[in-house]
C-alpha cells in the first residue's frame, strides 16, 4: 500500500513533504524518510509544515503535508495568513481522528471542532482511505493548483495491517 502512495507522489512530482507524525500517518512517514526519491522534512509543529509547504509552492514546486487534525486547529492563525492569502498550492493530508473508525475516547472532539472549522472556512476537503490515496492525492494536487489554494484530504482510518 505505502509503495502504491510513494509510487503516485512520484509520478506527478510531489517529492518534498513535511509533517509531524500521528499514529496514523507514521507508516506513510517512514517510507517517505526512507525512499531516496523524496525529502521528508519533519517538524516541531503544524505552522512550520505550513511555511514550508508554501514556501516550496512559491518556488514553483509540489509538496504535501502530513498533520492531525487537532494540530490544524492548532496552527489556524499560520494557515489563515500564509497558506490563504498567498494562495499557496499544496495537500494537506491529515489524519482526521476521532470518527467512526476511530475508537479513542478522547478523540471525538478533535473530529467535530475540525469538521465545523473546515466547514465555517469554506476550505477543499476529501475524505479518502489509504486505498484510495494512490488517486485522490494527484486529484487534490490538481485541485489545489486549479483553486490557488490547499487542498485537504482526510484520511478517516488508520492503515490496515
Known amino acids: 500500500m505505502i509503495k502504491n502512495i510513494l509510487d503516485a507522489l512520484d509520478q506527478h512530482n510531489i517529492h518534498t513533504t513535511t509533517g509531524v507524525p500521528d499514529g496514523w500517518l507514521v507508516p506513510l512517514i517512514k517510507g517517505l524518510s526512507e525512499d531516496k526519491r523524496f525529502d521528508y522534512i519533519a517538524a516541531a509543529r503544524e505552522e512550520e509544515c505550513f511555511g514550508i509547504a508554501s514556501g516550496i509552492a512559491m518556488s514553483g ?16 492563525g499560520a494557515f489563515t495568513t500564509l497558506c490563504q492569502k498567498y494562495q499557496t498550492p499544496f495537500v494537506c493530508l491529515v489524519a482526521n481522528r476521532g470518527g467512526i473508525n476511530d475508537s479513542n475516547s478522547y478523540d471525538p472532539n478533535k473530529y467535530r471542532s475540525f469538521e465545523a472549522t473546515t466547514r465555517a472556512m469554506s476550505l477543499f476537503t476529501h475524505p479518502s482511505s489509504w486505498e484510495d490515496l494512490p488517486t485522490n492525492i494527484p486529484k487534490a494536487m490538481a485541485r489545489s493548483e486549479g483553486a490557488g489554494e490547499p487542498a485537504f484530504i482526510t484520511l478517516y482510518e488508520g492503515l490496515k495491517s
Open 61 to 76: 514546486k509540489r509538496s504535501m503535508v502530513l498533520i492531525q487534525n487537532s494540530g490544524f486547529l492548532n496552527a489556524i
